[in-house]
């Protein structure tokens, strides 16, 4: 398996071939992708070169991709990480043959399988894999959708989409009275049906327990085909209602919610009188019917109203109470999701989390995530969109995060050299000479090289400091530290013991 650095090395040697006709090939096999299945494509591209009409064009084609093709029979299988093959004739020389080939191992995975016969070998997948030091996960959610995408380098990757199955907006008509019905407005009572929006009506303040009125926010016209009605003590008329109605039942000392299918008789519902007193009243009789009827529903501020001197629930509090409870299983099934692709990579550098303010600060504050993960978060960031299209969103909008993250690595590992260097020299060294010779006793436990230093002297050291087991840092001129470092010669190490 190639290294970054080698691998930079060899795309430098690479770009500077150009072939004077589409006679250069570029293979690249995916990881896990057999090995025998491109062999057996590039013997049948054998057949297409024959058509080529240039002669010496002709002869290179083929001469290339039987090199390939008795290199790839060699192998077992594909190397972990696929493999990347270039081949063709490199001579300078017009009319002289140099046929040469080069196999690769990358540092990373190859996803991208590709058969190419240009004027110049493909690179760009293996340039890409230049700019991936370490992968950042991506979520972007609302309470209807959610996205998990992974960033490699400049690469976003969609790995899993997930809906919660709620609905968009409140359908009205889930809890529906007899157009009859009366509810109390300040003085007078009126029929439900003659109710307007912002109408003040009686109801129930449930943490004071007393009586308020409350503003209709909303009002629907159902029609409905079954329904209830139900007989309460002492009151001269029933309360019809849907089948899905909420009720205020007295369960012991308790008042519980209850829907109006679910009553009984002898059930003990919450009632008031004209004077605003509270009663709890039992059912005398429970009457189901079918049939079309005409009825309406509606919405108030305080979640509660009475109806024909019965407390009920209001229609949106419900389905707010429903959309609550699917929410949370939501951000759970994120969550479990989120732990199954990310809990166990090594290369994880950081979570960036994206959406609607509420949605993805209600995500996070309430911990749904492992704490693994939850301490991995580097970012997040106010977007509108949940699905392909707002991870890249996320991305451009955190490209100061991701910087930073570099950054940040960069400064740290400096600092801690540069306090080494002033606090305990004999564990550290600077220039050359000193650290090849550390490198050479096995004492190096961090070689650190300017990104300008000279390639063959830095190639020569990481080759002793890899041999010898020792963590290799190159160091970049983006920042203060890394500008400091290089003017102090850019070659340095951290010691495992005195020399």
């Known amino acids: 398996m190639i290294t970054k650095d080698e691998l930079e090395e060899f795309l430098e040697e690479l770009g500077n071939y150009k ?96 058969y190419r016969c240009d004027k110049e070998f493909v690179l760009e997948p293996l340039k890409l ?34 809906t919660s199955g709620i609905p968009s907006k409140v359908r009205a008509g889930g809890q529906c009275l007899f157009l009859d019905t009366l509810i ?14 912002g109408d003040e009506i009686k109801a129930l303040n449930l943490k004071t327990n007393k009586i308020v009125f409350t503003k209709v926010k909303n009002k629907w016209d159902v029609i409905k085909y079954k329904y209830r009605k139900i007989y309460i003590r002492d009151l001269p008329w029933p309360i019809i209602a849907s089948e899905n109605h909420l009720f205020f039942k007295k369960q012991k000392n308790e008042i519980v919610e209850i829907l109006a299918k679910d009553l009984k008789r002898e059930d003990h519902l919450i009632n008031t009188n004209d004077r605003g007193e509270l009663f709890d009243r039992n059912i005398t009789e429970i009457e189901d019917v079918k049939g079309k009827k005409e009825m309406v529903d509606i919405e108030t501020e305080e979640g509660n109203f009475f109806a024909n001197w019965n407390l009920v629930h209001n229609s949106s509090q419900r389905f707010h109470r429903i959309t609550e409870g699917l929410t ?13 692709i990310f809990f166990e990579n090594p290369k994880l550098k950081g979570i960036i989390i994206g959406g609607p303010i509420p949605t993805k600060d209600e995500f996070i504050d309430n911990e749904y995530m492992v ?104 160091i970049s001129l983006d920042t203060e530290e890394g500008k400091q470092f290089k003017n102090l010669g850019g070659i340095g190490a951290i010691l495992r013991f005195k020399i």
């Open 328 to 340: 949370k299983e939501f951000y759970k099934r994120i969550a479990e999701e989120m732990k199954n």
């Open 129 to 162: 894999m230049m700019e991936i030091s370490e992968v950042f996960g991506l979520l972007v959610m609302d309470r209807k959708e959610a996205t998990i995408g992974l960033l490699e380098g400049k690469r976003i990757e969609v790995l899993q989409k997930m």
């Open 371 to 474: 704490t693994k993960l939850r301490e991995k978060i580097i970012g997040k960031i106010d977007i509108g969109g949940s699905d392909e299209s707002g991870l890249k969103e996320l991305v451009t909008k955190s490209q100061d995060i991701l910087a930073d993250q570099e950054i940040i690595h960069e400064k740290k590992i400096l600092e801690k050299f540069f306090e080494t260097l002033g606090e305990k020299p004999d564990l550290a060294t600077l220039r050359e000479k000193n650290t090849k010779q550390s490198l050479k006793y096995g004492a190096v436990d961090t070689l650190f090289l300017s990104k300008n230093t000279d390639k063959k002297i830095s190639k020569e050291l990481q080759k002793i400091a890899k041999a010898m087991g020792s963590t290799i840092e190159i």
């Open 19 to 114: 072939g004077k006709h589409t006679e250069l090939i570029t293979v690249y096999i995916p990881a896990g992708y057999d090995v025998n299945s491109v062999q057996r494509q590039l013997e049948a591209e054998k057949s297409t070169a024959a058509n080529i009409k240039s002669t010496s064009t002709r002869k290179n084609v083929v001469d290339a991709l039987e090199k390939i093709v008795r290199h790839l029979k060699s192998l077992k299988k594909t190397p972990e990480n696929g493999l990347a093959l270039f081949c063709g004739n490199v001579s300078h020389v017009e009319g002289q043959l140099d046929l040469q080939l080069w196999d690769i191992e990358p540092p990373m995975p190859l996803k991208i399988r590709l």
């Open 184 to 197: 109390r407005i300040r003085e007078k009572a009126k029929p439900i049906k003659e109710v307007k929006k």
